[in-house]
């Protein structure tokens, strides 16, 4: 059964805290996502990365960095998280063009 | 920008009747298109797609429908369910990027 691991289901930081949130895919897939969910704003991608230590700017990049250091992980770091950083985060992965992704279970981030 | 929207953020359905969700999308070279299902406190899992040299897909209760013509795509759901209650995506696998819209939250009453 394929699998997209996210490393914690919740997590509560405080204001200014480094942040990391990681994603494990146990696919081999070039292509991986993260994007944070907010109630009526759907699913906004934040950075992709469509291979090892290669990344691109999604939708809403500003507060956010990435690594990917490996294939099958991709990790989203939140320098110095601020409140408005509260909010459901998914990573996600997918192979080739034009094929399905498959998504973690996500991970609700409360910065306080 | 977004590529792919969807027209109504809500849809309240009565058990047993049929769900119709709409999607549109806005490249006419879009070949390749995937609906998701979010259940409460889980990400997204897929439930059907559809390529661009077909109209209709069917599955288990859902079918999907293209129209090319007009950049249009819509889920349907037979006799829905209240395990269907949850929040639908149209997704537009476009190169490596994967854009989505806001969703359908469907809710079924009993």
């Known amino acids: 059964d394929v699998k997209v691991t996210q490393s914690s289901r919740y997590l509560v930081k405080r204001t200014g805290e480094k942040v990391f949130l990681e994603c494990v895919q146990d696919?081999?897939?070039?292509?991986m996502f993260w994007y944070r969910q907010d109630p009526g704003l759907g699913l906004r991608l934040i950075y992709f990365?469509?291979?090892?230590?290669?990344?691109e700017k999604g939708d809403i990049p500003e507060g956010y960095s990435v690594s990917r250091e490996k294939k099958e992980r991709f990790s989203l770091i939140l320098e110095s998280a601020s409140t408005n950083q509260t909010s459901m985060y998914l990573c996600?992965?997918?192979?080739?063009?034009?094929?399905?992704?498959?998504f973690g279970q996500g991970t609700r981030l409360t910065v306080v | 920008g977004e590529s792919v929207g969807l027209h109504l953020p809500t849809l309240s359905v009565q058990e047993g009747d049929n769900s119709i969700i709409n999607c549109a999308y806005s490249?006419?070279?879009?070949?390749?298109f995937i609906w998701y299902k979010q259940e409460s406190g889980k990400g997204p899992q897929f439930i059907i797609d559809?390529?661009?040299?077909?109209d209709k897909r069917q599955g288990q209760r859902v079918t999907v429908l293209l129209n090319k013509t007009v950049k249009h795509l819509s889920l349907q759901i037979a006799a829905t369910q209240p395990g269907d209650s949850a929040v639908y995506f149209c997704?537009?696998?476009?190169?490596?990027?994967?854009?989505f819209g806001a969703g359908t939250t469907v809710t079924v009453r009993a």
């Open positions: 990365s469509y291979d090892v230590k290669m990344k």
């Open positions: 997704a537009e696998p476009n190169d490596y990027k994967l854009s």
């Open positions: 996600a992965s997918k192979g080739s063009m034009n094929t399905e992704a498959f």
């Open positions: 559809i390529r661009s040299n077909m």
């Open positions: 490249n006419s070279a879009s070949d390749y």
């Open positions: 696919m081999d897939h070039e292509n």
